[in-house]
């Protein structure tokens, strides 16, 4: 999995080994400037020095004032998946305060001060918020509170042990004396940092497991909530742009005098591939640019085509791929089979189309650079300005917003870049915009994958050999290059063999890049998302084939996974499994495990004389180990749900004359309230470690839905988005 992936891959810091490391070198506390508590939690993470413990670098703080105001200043992003509020729970719950008692700050641009524990530097994605730091920010609640009752015992003069805290009071053992945290927290900063932390066992969490109310909903009910978007500054203009909409074209000539006339528009930027126009407000910067007559530098791609990328997609899945997996023997597993099975699954391009279009807020002066923008890559977001203007990074500075929407598009920095470019030609500050063409038609897409499976079955049709080959774009190589080896791109293989036990097994990978200029992203979960497509589809195939229940078919295959059959069990019960479904309904079912979650769905879908399918209901059931809030949880499931089932009926990127052809969401549809399914989510009560869920829920719901409608039509389907076509009187 990605998190265990990224863990592993990276060097150890020489001479130490992070589960030895003490206490005393993990927190650190300091009086805070104007009084009170600041408790930061660090933890060396690989390819960086070992330090001494009073220099680690911290990647999260906890800030208590004189007044009692407890302040977490987050290290991740919120963007819609209640990380603020999971992560206000963590500390509140060790620190003995209400949630209510929590105020959050966003982090400023720092991998040194606010890297994930998960994948090294300050990033929120992969699922990793609350498994990164599901035990550092406990243990520096946990610590704080015992420097607090420290701080109070030492004041009465007792025995710490007889203090006790709650609700953000310490009390003696009569209950006669009391001290708030504000009161304490000066002294508490003079404490030594414990050398032992213990953590609550979980029978005794007052607040982790329980419903909670999310901390940012107020702000987003009342309009007080601030997204990047909403960024407003003295003096600010605001631009809109236009790129070539060529993949890797440029700016050719441009006659900006009608754009000029318009009134509101102040300037007209140029950089190598676009052009923006500045305004004193949005309408008239998109009059401006309606009426620049721009020539394109249309470049190598202005005949790229659909056909000729699938074409080049479909050949090299012909070719042997880099092995990401290999275990028995495959070619004595096909020669041994009773029969082989083979299959070609395929999925599209995907834009990411979030609520909140692509926007960045620049100010550039000769000794500094400020950018309001939402990000998931803050820090990354701070190196790219620094090296459009030549500032050092400590004179970048990054105000990150809440996002409205990110699912993978912020963890890249093109608008960014561009933002600083089109800003340094800027007297003031700009807000750059992106129309929400210009969004679409410029997005980082989920990579387009052309799979071949492969097995081969003993004679009652259970799989005993079974070959998985990726093709597609490699994001590692480009995103993460030094975790690119082997020429295997570990997250487009993630999930490759679902969870199942094949005796034989190969997985293997061939990269086959888009016409340069195309950039293919993370998308709420790349390589999962693709594989349980690819793997659960195929899995239903010989399921049927060999005469079985999907269900059963499955549970067969599980035998080396509890949680996963447990899953599967409980979908099962809870969707009805078996019962009858009327005349062109069907069921379908899918299982996952990824993002250390285990997770199996069940579709009930529809299918009208017209081709066109209704997805009526979807049951889940989950193990995501410990929960935090399951409010939450079943939010991201839902919402996942959604965004997946959108992807399945519409999305899809088509690409003509080297140019997107989707541009809006008249071309590029989401999903309407009124297809929304009824949801039903059920979480079983688990102790182990924590796991992801911003998009399991995404990922097995196309499966589910695919293979339910081939339980109401026979008709199987191996690519998306659904062709209702192919359905028509079915």
Same mark, same amino acid.
């Given at each position: ?128 918020? *609350?498994? #990164?730091?599901?035990?550092?920010? %406990?243990?520096?609640? =946990?610590? $704080? ?6 701080? /109070? !015992? ?107 006339? *318009?009134? #509101?528009?102040?300037?007209?930027? %140029?950089?190598?591939? =676009?052009? $923006? ?6 309408? /008239? !910067? ?445």
């Amino acid at each position: 999995m990605f998190f265990d992936h990224i863990m592993t891959a990276s060097e150890p810091v020489e001479g130490t080994n992070p589960q030895d490391l003490s206490r005393r070198a993990f927190l650190r506390a300091s009086a805070a400037t104007g009084g009170g508590l600041l408790m930061s939690i660090a933890r060396p993470f690989p390819g960086h020095a070992a330090a001494e413990a009073d220099a680690f670098a911290p990647n999260a703080f906890m800030r208590i004032a004189p007044n009692g105001e407890i302040s977490l200043i987050m290290p991740q992003i919120e963007m819609g998946q209640g990380t603020y509020t999971s992560m206000s729970m963590l500390i509140a719950e060790e620190l003995e305060v209400g949630l209510d008692q929590i105020r959050y700050e966003h982090a400023p641009a720092s991998d040194k001060l606010y890297t994930n524990p998960a994948l090294g530097f300050q990033v929120t994605g992969g699922s990793t918020s *609350v498994r #990164g730091f599901y035990v550092s920010l %406990r243990q520096a609640g =946990a610590a $704080a509170r015992m420097m607090l009752i420290a701080a /109070a !015992a030492d004041t009465w003069h007792v025995d710490p042990a007889s203090c006790k805290a709650q609700r953000g009071v310490v009390s003696d053992a009569s209950g006669k004396r009391h001290l708030t945290y504000g009161q304490l927290a000066e002294k508490a900063a003079k404490q030594p940092v414990p050398a032992d932390i213990p953590l609550k066992p979980n029978k005794d969490f007052k607040l982790i497991g329980t419903p909670a109310k999310r901390i940012d909903v107020a702000g987003k009910v009342n309009g007080t909530a601030m997204y990047g978007i909403d960024a407003k500054l003295p003096g600010m203009k605001i631009a809109t742009v236009a790129a070539c909409p060529v993949f890797g074209g440029k700016l050719g000539s441009l006659d900006d005098s009608a754009a000029k006339a *318009v009134k #509101g528009v102040r300037q007209i930027v %140029r950089i190598e591939n =676009a052009v $923006a126009v500045v305004a004193d407000h949005m309408g /008239a !910067a998109k009059k401006g640019l309606e009426a620049l007559k721009i020539t394109w530098d249309e470049g190598a791609n202005a005949h790229a085509s659909q056909t000729d990328i699938v074409g080049a997609l479909e050949a090299a899945s012909h070719r042997d791929g880099a092995v990401g997996k290999s275990e028995g023997d495959i070619d004595a597993g096909m020669k041994g089979a009773a029969k082989v099975v083979e299959a070609v699954y395929q999925l599209p391009f995907l834009a990411h189309a979030a609520m909140e279009p692509l926007n960045c807020t620049v100010h550039v002066r000769k000794d500094a650079c400020d950018i309001w923008v939402g990000t998931q890559v803050a820090s990354r977001a701070q190196a790219t300005a620094a090296e459009v203007t030549g500032l050092p990074l400590e004179q970048v500075n990054i105000h990150n917003h809440l996002l409205g929407g990110g699912f993978g598009r912020r963890l890249d920095i093109d608008s960014i870049t561009q933002a600083v470019q089109l800003a340094k030609q800027v007297d003031g500050p700009v807000k750059i915009i992106w129309t929400r063409e210009e969004d679409i038609q410029h997005d980082v897409y989920r990579p387009y994958y052309y799979d071949r499976l492969r097995a081969g079955l003993d004679a009652s049709g259970k799989p005993i050999a079974f070959h998985h080959r990726v093709a597609g774009s490699s994001i590692v190589a480009r995103w993460i290059p030094p975790l690119f080896k082997n020429d295997v791109d570990f997250d487009a293989v993630e999930a490759a063999a679902g969870p199942y036990d094949f005796p034989n097994l190969l997985i293997d990978y061939v990269r086959q890049e888009p016409p340069a200029g195309m950039t293919t992203g993370w998308w709420r979960g790349v390589g999962v998302t693709h594989n349980a497509f690819m793997v659960e589809g195929f899995i239903d195939e010989l399921a049927v084939g060999a005469g079985k229940d999907p269900v059963d078919y499955r549970r067969s295959l599980l035998g080396k996974s509890p949680r996963a059959k447990a899953v599967l069990d409980l979908v099962a019960e809870k969707s009805g499994w078996g019962k009858t479904m009327p005349s062109g309904s069907g069921r379908g079912v899918a299982v996952l495990l990824g993002f250390g979650t285990y997770l199996a769905q069940v579709a009930e879908v529809s299918v009208g004389k017209d081709g066109q399918p209704r997805v009526t209901r979807v049951v889940c059931a989950l193990d995501c180990g410990v929960v935090v809030n399951p409010d939450t949880v079943k939010a991201q499931v839902e919402g996942g749900i959604m965004f997946g089932l959108a992807a399945a009926l519409y999305g899809e990127i088509t690409v003509k004359d080297g140019r997107v052809e989707q541009s809006n969401f008249d071309s590029y549809q989401v999903l309407r309230i009124n297809e929304a399914p009824a949801i039903e989510v059920h979480i079983i009560d688990s102790q182990e470690k924590p796991g992801g869920m911003g998009e399991p829920g995404t990922s097995a719901l196309a499966p589910a839905v695919v293979n339910a409608i081939y339980a109401a039509t026979g008709k199987r389907l191996r690519k998306l988005p659904i062709n209702t076509d192919e359905l028509k009187g079915a």
